[in-house]
C-alpha cells in the first residue's frame, strides 16, 4: 500500500502539469481566435464604411449627380480597367487607397493594423508637435509608414523605386488643406503633381510649362486636373483691394481673371459666393491656359490620348467636383487659339 501511494504520489504532479499546459494552450487559442474574430469584424465594418463614403455622392446637398459625383469614380487609378465593378480593379483601388492615408499616432502597431489592414487609418491623426525643433516625430512616423507598406507589400517600394508611371497630372494650389494624394486617394508613383499660389497657369510660368511637358512627353500622363479650392486665401487676396507683397504680381493673373468675367461673378450675392464663383472661373481659366500652350497642341497634333478637366474642391465637405470646362483635343478650344 505504501508502495502504491508513493508511485501515485509521483505521477500526480506530472499529470496535474500536463492538464495545466492543456488548459493553457487552450486559453491561448481562444484568445488568438478572439482576436482574429474582433479583427475580421473591424475590418468589415472598415470595408463598409469606407464603401460608403466613397459612394456617397449627391446623398448630400443634392446637385447634378455628373459633377458632384466626380470624386468617388475610381475608374483613372487603373487606366487599363474601364470597368469599375471589375474585382482585380477594386483590389488594385483598395490596395493602393490604403498606402496614402495617415499614420494614426498610437505607435502600437497592432493598433495600428486594427485602424486599417496595413496600419493606417482613414482620418488623420497625426499633429505635428511644435516643440519637436529636431522633427524626429516626423521621421518617426515616417518609419512607421514605411514599415506598414512593407508589411502588406514588401516588394511596393523596391517596385516603384524601378520607374513612374502615373497617368494624371495634378495642377494645384499649395494650400495645405488640398493635398492630391488624399483627395484622389491615389497611392505614391499614381499622381504627377506641380502646385503654386491658386492653381495658376501662365505662359510666362516656366517651372509650370517644365513639368507639363515631362509629364506629357516623357511620362505620357493621359488627363491634367486644374483644381482649385474654395476658401483659397491667394484668389481672397486677389479679390481684395490691398497690397500684399511681391504676390501681388502674381495675383494679377487672378484680377485679369475677374476683369473678364466680371459681370458673372457680380451677380452672385455676397462676397462669399462671389469668390467662390471666381474660384472656378481662375480654376477654368488654368486649365484653357493648359491647352493653349504648344506643348499641348503639339501631343494632340502627334495623336497622344489627353484630356485636360477644371474641377474645384470643396474644403468644408471634402468633395472634388467636374466644372464646366474639359477638352480633349484642339476642336474644343476657340479658334483663336488652335494651332
Not at 482649385?228 to 481672397?236: E, L, R, S, T
Amino acid at each position: 500500500m505504501a508502495l502504491l501511494i508513493n508511485n501515485l504520489s509521483r505521477r500526480v504532479p506530472s499529470f496535474m502539469n500536463s492538464t495545466v499546459t492543456v488548459a493553457r494552450f487552450s486559453s491561448v487559442a481562444t484568445t488568438e481566435w478572439k482576436k482574429n474574430m474582433t479583427a475580421a469584424a473591424t475590418q468589415k465594418r472598415r470595408t463598409f464604411a469606407m464603401t460608403s463614403l466613397l459612394h456617397r455622392g449627391n446623398d448630400q446637398g443634392g446637385g447634378d449627380k455628373s459633377s458632384s459625383n466626380v470624386f468617388t469614380s475610381n475608374k483613372h487609378i487603373d487606366p487599363n480597367n474601364e470597368n469599375t465593378n471589375d474585382k482585380k480593379n477594386q483590389a488594385f483601388n483598395s490596395k493602393f487607397r490604403k498606402f496614402v492615408q495617415p499614420l494614426s499616432a498610437d505607435p502600437s502597431n497592432e493598433k495600428l493594423k486594427a485602424t486599417c489592414g496595413c496600419g493606417t487609418s482613414a482620418v488623420q491623426r497625426n499633429k505635428f508637435d511644435p516643440t519637436d525643433s529636431a522633427l524626429d516625430g516626423l521621421l518617426e512616423n515616417n518609419r512607421q509608414w514605411a514599415a506598414a507598406v512593407v508589411e502588406e507589400d514588401p516588394e511596393f517600394f523596391k517596385t516603384i523605386a524601378l520607374q513612374q508611371k502615373p497617368k494624371i497630372l495634378w495642377i494645384g494650389c499649395s494650400d495645405s488643406r488640398v493635398p492630391p494624394n488624399q483627395v484622389l486617394q491615389l497611392g505614391p508613383g499614381e499622381v504627377f503633381v506641380h502646385r503654386n499660389i491658386a492653381n495658376v497657369v501662365t505662359h510666362t510660368d516656366m517651372s509650370c510649362l517644365s513639368v507639363l511637358q515631362y509629364s506629357i512627353e516623357v511620362l505620357k500622363i493621359q488627363h491634367v486636373i486644374v483644381c482649385g479650392h474654395y476658401n483659397c486665401g491667394g484668389v481672397a487676396a486677389a479679390y481684395g483691394k490691398q497690397q500684399v507683397g511681391l504676390i501681388d504680381n502674381w495675383l494679377r493673373n487672378i484680377k485679369d481673371v475677374y476683369r473678364l468675367y466680371e459681370d458673372d461673378i457680380n451677380k452672385e450675392e455676397g462676397e462669399t459666393q462671389r469668390m467662390r464663383r471666381l474660384v472656378e472661373h481662375n480654376a477654368i481659366h488654368s486649365a484653357q491656359n493648359v491647352c493653349y500652350s504648344t506643348i499641348v497642341q503639339d501631343a494632340w497634333k502627334r495623336g497622344q490620348k489627353l484630356t485636360v478637366h477644371a474641377w474645384v474642391h470643396d474644403i468644408a465637405d471634402g468633395m472634388a467636383r467636374k466644372l464646366d470646362f474639359k477638352a480633349s483635343c484642339a476642336s474644343d478650344l476657340e479658334n483663336i487659339y488652335k494651332m
